[in-house]
């Protein structure tokens, strides 16, 4: 049977995934699905540079704008749903594209998730407790003690991932990261792995003029329209959070927009940590020449 492959796109924010996932669905005449958790929910379309309308009808995508902030969903849901897509896209294309830059739902996807034993959900409960009464930084201070290096790599300004890790470290009594890094389940596809970079400066550039366009293209009103919902995990991002404190007149604009330009460059070093660590992605500066990639992907199907 003839081999089918997923191409995964990955790289920090603002680097040209996007535009780079339509050229590579056009050109193997196939569809896309999206690995940006943030671009999963319908309220959140400018803060989360979701592809654009004119982007979305330049090739078939999936997971945009699927959910509401409302809905729970996770990287376990998120994980079930792809796969279920990619059996059905697979019937009818031997090569799908994947694209975002949310490193572990792409796991998911790649590698499957790590299995965590099961914990009493009070611990959860509490957790969520602390975090409202007494802020993240007290999770992320506990989380340091109990496991050091679960705290050095997660994203540690994601009060979800920090409680998680606290969770199963406090209720399995193991740190977080013995559990990670298991062997993982086999894939009925093979994973061809493209990542976009560029000079540190550029990236940040491209970060500033990026939250210059959201601001300008109305990010100001879509945050006003949430502020009702500020509370729900999915708001709790850059470019919302930020944005809040200015209504709530505990910010400047001029500083809160300053803040999500400096929240998003930190986010866009924590992308390239998390990706740098996989040996399989074949890097391509961010002025990539399309042929260049296509024939990279195509030696690796041959």
């Not at 799908?96 to 996807?109: P, R, T």
């Not at 007290?138 to 997660?154: C, E």
Request: glycine share 4%.
């Amino acid at each position: 049977m003839k081999p089918k492959y997923l191409i995964s796109i990955v790289g920090p924010t603002a680097i040209g995934k996007t535009a780079l996932s339509i050229k590579l669905a056009q050109h193997f005449n196939t569809e896309i699905i999206s690995a940006d958790s943030r671009q999963f929910y319908k309220e959140m379309q400018i803060g989360t540079a979701a592809p654009s309308t004119k982007e979305l009808a330049a090739a078939t995508h999936h997971f945009i704008h699927h959910k509401s902030i409302k809905d729970t969903y996770n990287v376990g849901a998120f994980e079930i749903d792809a796969m279920t897509c990619l059996e059905h896209l697979f019937k009818k294309n031997d090569t799908v594209i994947m694209v975002g830059g949310s490193g572990l739902y792409v796991d998911a996807v790649t590698k499957g998730l790590d299995d965590f034993p099961k914990v009493d959900i009070s611990i959860r409960e509490t957790l969520n407790k602390q975090l409202k009464e007494k802020g993240l930084e007290s999770l992320q201070l506990q989380l340091k003690q109990l496991d050091k290096k679960s705290y050095a790599s997660i994203a540690i300004d994601n009060p979800h991932r920090v409680i998680r890790a606290l969770e199963i470290s406090i209720g399995t009594g193991n740190p977080y990261s013995s559990y990670l890094n298991k062997q993982k389940r086999e894939r009925p596809f093979k994973v061809i792995n493209i990542g976009l970079t560029a000079e540190r400066e550029i990236i940040y550039s491209r970060i500033n003029q990026r939250v210059d366009i959201m601001i300008n293209e109305g990010l100001l009103d879509e945050v006003k329209s949430l502020v009702k919902h500020r509370y729900l995990n999915a708001l709790n991002t850059v470019g919302y959070k930020e944005l809040f404190k200015y209504f709530d007149n505990e910010w400047t604009l001029d500083f809160a927009i300053s803040e999500i330009k400096k929240n998003t460059r930190r986010f866009a070093k924590r992308q390239l940590t998390w990706f740098r660590k996989n040996e399989d992605i074949i890097w391509f500066d961010y002025k990539h020449d399309i042929s260049k990639i296509v024939e990279a992907i195509e030696t690796h199907t041959i």
